[in-house]
């Protein structure tokens, strides 16, 4: 739930607003994020004050578009900052950990007790001038230094190490082909073919032979596999992958890379997952 604010001092005294706490974060985003998106996101005013005196500004700003747009940036800034080490596009919305990025209030909070934003009462009743753009130095220092406050503070490591340990396939974007989609995929078959468990006497009774170590093999994908075989794939496969897991169609990546058509993106991605089942010594459903 968002909190309300009252801006005590301004020309709205006793006025309540819904998003006007997360402007504060706003104006800690670097110029090249806020230019990267629609003209009224761009077009706030650096001044906190004109935003009170302007109706279709402050309508804007209390608009859900503005809020979803601040949530998306924070969200995108924790993911790269936790060094998860995949694109969030390889993900679902459905993902906890891509869920836990968009709990906004944790970062705002603590960005603001690191006095690296201001608090919105401050912001409303003392700035009364131009704020300058945050370097990037500074915006990424600001995550490095307080992102492991919050994760201490919400348990944040085990959750996430539970989370990685207890996949399942909403997690993941169907539309987007990625190594740890794939990787989910082929640990999956596996526990679904696993051999029944039966003792060493039946074992022995059926002249089977025990081997543990095949037995592990067999259980999961590790990640050593899947950086084994990313490092065989040509320049060329490795920036399909990578345009995928940015979210560009086929059509896209077929213009950027020099196919002729989407369809044969299509089919050199159905090459490298063939690749990837060999490779792994698996069957994940490529012919």
Same mark, same amino acid.
């Given at each position: 739930?968002?909190?309300? %604010?009252? %801006? ?8 309540? /607003? ?10 800690? /985003? ?10 009224? /996101? ?26 979803? *747009? ?31 990025? %968009?709990?906004?209030?944790?970062? *705002? ?33 600001? %995550?490095?230094?307080?992102?492991? !406050? ?21 997690? /993941? ?35 089977? !032979? ?78």
């Amino acid at each position: 739930m968002i909190k309300i %604010y009252n %801006y005590e001092g301004s020309n709205r005294q006793g006025m309540s /607003f819904k998003n006007l706490h997360l402007l504060p974060l706003y104006y800690f /985003f670097p110029e090249d994020i806020i230019k990267a998106h629609p003209k009224d /996101f761009q077009s706030i005013p650096r001044n906190p004050q004109n935003i009170l005196k302007d109706k279709n500004v402050l309508d804007y700003v209390e608009s859900m578009e503005f809020a979803v *747009r601040v949530c998306d940036i924070v969200s995108a800034a924790v993911w790269y900052f936790l060094d998860i080490r995949a694109s969030v596009k390889a993900y679902s919305e459905n993902d906890p950990i891509w869920r836990l990025t %968009y709990n906004v209030e944790w970062y *705002r909070e603590v960005l603001e007790k690191a006095h690296y934003i201001y608090t919105p009462s401050y912001l409303f009743n003392k700035i009364d001038y131009d704020l300058p753009y945050t370097p990037w130095p500074v915006y990424q220092f600001g %995550y490095i230094q307080t992102l492991p !406050i919050v994760m201490e503070k919400h348990n944040l490591l085990e959750i996430m190490d539970y989370v990685k340990k207890h996949r399942c396939f909403e997690d /993941f974007d169907e539309n987007v082909d990625s190594i740890q989609k794939l990787a989910f995929e082929t640990q999956w078959r596996h526990e679904q073919t696993k051999h029944p468990q039966i003792s060493l006497e039946e074992y022995s009774e059926n002249n089977d !032979i025990l081997n543990d170590s095949s037995e592990v093999e067999e259980q999961v994908v590790s990640q050593e596999t899947i950086n084994e075989f990313t490092e065989t794939l040509n320049e060329k496969d490795k920036r399909i992958l990578e345009l995928r897991l940015e979210g560009r169609t086929y059509e896209e990546i077929a213009k950027e890379l020099g196919y002729k058509t989407p369809s044969a993106v299509q089919k050199r991605i159905k090459k490298i997952g063939t690749a990837f089942q060999k490779h792994a010594d698996t069957d994940i459903g490529y012919d």
